[in-house]
């Protein structure tokens, strides 16, 4: 297994109040020339924040420019309103469902591994349309 040093969240820039699943992700990835979809999770817009499994874990993602080595990408279904302006339009079921993801990957890489937003590495990128240290102040540690 690759070390893992921490996790990226993000958002798939999709209109709110829509569904996508992994296997949109994948198609619209492979489009772009990708091997794969880029995140190892992908948190659907549905009724219960269902997690699907993207790019496995021993395989570096295709997420962030030049941090994929060592962290993990999450994405959620959402992140912009019907004229495509950023928004964050995480439901609360999607939101349950990422703080149960990120304390998982915790169990497995360490409590140390912090949370950041692709915004937090990039100052020309929304995505996830919110800062994760305001929104998730206890998981960001």
């Known amino acids: 297994m690759r070390r893992i040093d921490y996790i990226v969240v993000h958002c798939s820039a999709t209109k709110e109040g829509k ?3 992994v296997d949109d992700f994948r198609k619209w990835h492979k489009r772009k020339g ?3 979809v880029g995140y190892h999770f992908v948190i ?3 009724h219960n924040g269902t997690i699907e499994k993207g790019r496995p874990l021993f395989r ?8 994929n080595e060592d962290s993990v990408g999450i994405a959620y279904v959402g992140g912009v309103d019907k004229d495509l302006n950023a928004k964050d339009t995480m439901t609360t079921c999607q939101e349950e469902s990422l703080i149960k993801l990120v304390e998982s990957l915790r169990l497995i890489f360490g409590t140390h591994i912090p949370l950041y937003g692709h915004n937090d590495f990039t100052d020309k990128k929304e995505c996830p349309s919110f800062k994760v240290k305001k929104k998730f102040p206890k998981l960001v540690g």
């Not at 570096?60 to 420019?65: D, I, Q, V």
Request: proline fraction near 0%; aromatic fraction near 12%.
């Open 19 to 21: 569904d996508f699943g």
């Open 34 to 36: 990708w091997s794969d």
């Open 44 to 46: 659907r817009n549905d």
């Open 60 to 67: 570096a993602g295709a997420h962030t420019l030049g941090e």
